[in-house]
């Protein structure tokens, strides 16, 4: 009987460690696509941040401050709007300024959101 509990123990263990996984390769991020010249990227950020994206983060002295570029705010904004709004009819498109990676762009303390 110990044989038979030691091997559902282990198919345990292994549907567990499935379905986990399942969860991380449906990730996405919205991030700024880099043919984007800043001056767009700029305008559909500001849209970002005005219609439910959280971004408190890119502002100085935030976490996600640095590194200082337009695509990087511009990724941090684009992806808190889609997280934010996805289940309520948001997208990543952004005027075509935007796209979708399974890569997660977090770097150091700043962490960006990837909800299911």
């Known amino acids: 009987?110990?044989?038979?509990l030691k091997k559902i123990t282990i198919s345990l263990i292994f549907l567990l460690s499935i379905?986990?996984?399942?969860?991380?390769?449906?990730?996405?991020?919205?991030?700024?696509d880099e043919q984007t010249?800043?001056?767009?990227?700029?305008v559909a950020m500001k849209w970002?941040?005005?219609n439910g994206a959280d971004c408190g983060?890119?502002?100085e002295n935030q976490p996600c401050y640095?590194?200082?570029t337009t695509m990087d705010h511009a990724s941090?904004?684009?992806n808190s709007y889609y997280q934010n709004m996805k289940h309520k009819g948001g997208s990543c498109y952004f005027n075509s300024a935007?796209?979708?990676?399974?890569?997660?762009p977090s770097h150091g303390a700043c962490k960006f959101q990837s909800l299911p």
Not at 37 to 42: G, K, Q, S, T, Y
Not at 98 to 104: G, K, P, T, V, Y
């Open 1 to 4: 009987m110990s044989m038979m």
């Open 19 to 32: 379905s986990m996984n399942i969860y991380a390769q449906f990730e996405d991020y919205c991030i700024a």
């Open 37 to 42: 010249p800043d001056d767009v990227l700029m």
């Open 48 to 50: 970002a941040c005005e």
């Open 57 to 59: 983060p890119i502002q």
């Open 66 to 68: 640095l590194p200082n």
């Open 76 to 78: 941090y904004a684009f």
């Open 98 to 104: 935007a796209l979708l990676s399974a890569l997660d």
